[in-house]
DNA sequence: CATTTTTATGCATTTTTATGCGCATTATGT
DNA sequence: ACATAATGCGCATAAAAATGCATAAAAATG
C-alpha cells in the first residue's frame, strides 16, 4: 500500500470516530507502530489532525455558531452517522436534508466515494465542499435563516424533477400510527417530495423522537425502507415497525 | 505502443483506481519502470496526476482554501466593503457573486436595511443568515468545491429571469480597452447574466486587479455605472474610466 | 537518399525514501 | 513514585527514484 493511501484512511478514521490508537492502526493498516507514528507527525504537520499521546484527533475546527447548536445530542447523532454511512454505496445519487445529524452524515463519507449528492442545507453543502469526490448539487430558493436551508416552491418543485438512490432525513417525530410527522408545513411537503423522488427512503432518528407525533403527516411507515437510531436494533419498541418491512440500524 | 498513448492509459488507469503503481504499470504496458517513471513525471509536471513515491495518485487541488484566499488582502476589501456598502438602499433587489471582497460587503450591511440579496455563494449566503431583516435568496446549481459557489446552466438561467436593482460582483481583472474580464468562462457567463438583470452595476475592485486582462470578456465598460476601489477615486488612473461615464468610488 | 539531430527507451550506478527494530527517554495513570 | 505504555532516535535494509550513459528508432535536414 502507498503511503498516501494509508494516510488518506487514517484521515477517514478520524473522521468516523473522533480518535484513533496507534496500536489499533498499526494491526489494520499492517504497519508498525513506527509508521503509524510518522505518518501522524506528518498529518499533524499538515495541520489535519492533532497528535497526542496513544493516538490521534481530529483538528479543531473554527466555526463555533450552527455547529453549537448541532452538538446538541452530539454523541448520539454520530452513532447514527456512522451506522447510516455504510448505506451509501458508490456511484449513487443521494437528497439529503436539512438535519443536523445529517451534518454529521456528510462529515464522515470516505473519501473514496464517488456520488453525487443533492442538498439544500448550507452546512451540510459547505461540509461537503472539502470531500475530494462528490458532486454537490445545490438545491436553490428562499433561505430560512434559523435552519441554513432553503425553503419554498423552488425546492420542491426541484426535488420533484430529481430521480434519485437514495435520501437521508431526519424527522420530527415517527411512530407506527401516524408514520413521520414535522412540525413545520413547508418542511413537511419538501420531505413528501424527496421521498417521492428516492427509491429507498432512510429516516435519521435518534430516541427522543421515537413515538413522537408532530403537527404535518410526511409519510406512513410503509414508505420507508431504514431508520437508524442510536440505540440498539434489537429493542422491542422497533418489533411494529418491523412489522411493517422497515430495516432497523 | 506510442508514448502518448501509454499515458492516457495511465490516466484512466488512476481515475479508474484513485492509484497506481509504477511497478504494475511497467508489467501492464511492457515497459521499464524507468519509463513508467518518466511518463508519471510529465503528467504531474502538466498537473494532472500527483506522484508519490510508489506510483501515483489523481492531483489534489492544492488551491488555497477559500479561507485562505479571503483572509488575502484582507484590509483593502474591507475599505471597498464599507464604501460599498453606502449604495444600498432600502427595499432594493440585489445580486451578489461569489467574490470575496462581497463576504465582507455582506458582513456590514446594516441591520436596519431590508432588503433582497440574490446569491450563489455558499459563504456570502451563510453570512447573510446572520443579518435579521434582508431576504435571501440562493441561487442552486452544481457547486464549484473551490470557489464555494454554484454554477452552470441553472445558475445561468435562474439569473436570466431575475430583475434586480443592483448588482455586486468582484472581477478577474478590468481595463478601458477589454472592458471586465475573467479568467474562468463559466463565471464570465454568469457575470453577464448579472449585468443584463440589474439596473445598476457595481464592480468591486482590489487595486492589483487594474489594467489587468483576463481570458474571457464580460462586459464593455459602459455597461458598468460604478467601480469601487481601495484607492483614491481622484487617482489619474481613472480618467479614461470617468469619460466613459464611470463612477468610481 | 544519406546523414545529422532528436526522441524514446533501457541499463547500471548512486541517491533517496520508507519502514522496521532495538534502546534510551519521556509521558501517563494509579 | 513506580510500573507501564508510548515516543523519539539512530541504524539497517530493501525498495523506489534519480542520474548518467548507451543505443536504437524516428524525424529533420541538406
Known sequence: MLKEERQHQILDKIKLNRKVLSSDLSIELNVSEDTIRRDLNELSIKGLIKKVHGGALPKESTAPSYEERSSFNLKEKNSIAKKAVNLIKDG????????????????????DINATIYTY??????????????????????LNKAAQVTVGLDVVSSISELRADLCFMGTGGINVANGMTEPDWEVSHIKKCMISASNSVIVLCTKNKLNKVKRYAVSPINKINTIVTDISPDAQIFNPFKEKGVTIL
Do not use: D, R
Open 121 to 142: 442545507s448550507l452546512p451540510i453543502a459547505l461540509q461537503l465542499t472539502e470531500h475530494p469526490s462528490v458532486e454537490i448539487i445545490f438545491i436553490g430558493g428562499k
Open 92 to 111: 449513487q445519487v443521494i437528497i439529503m436534508s436539512g438535519s443536523t445529524t445529517n451534518l454529521q452524515l456528510a462529515k464522515i463519507i470516505p473519501s
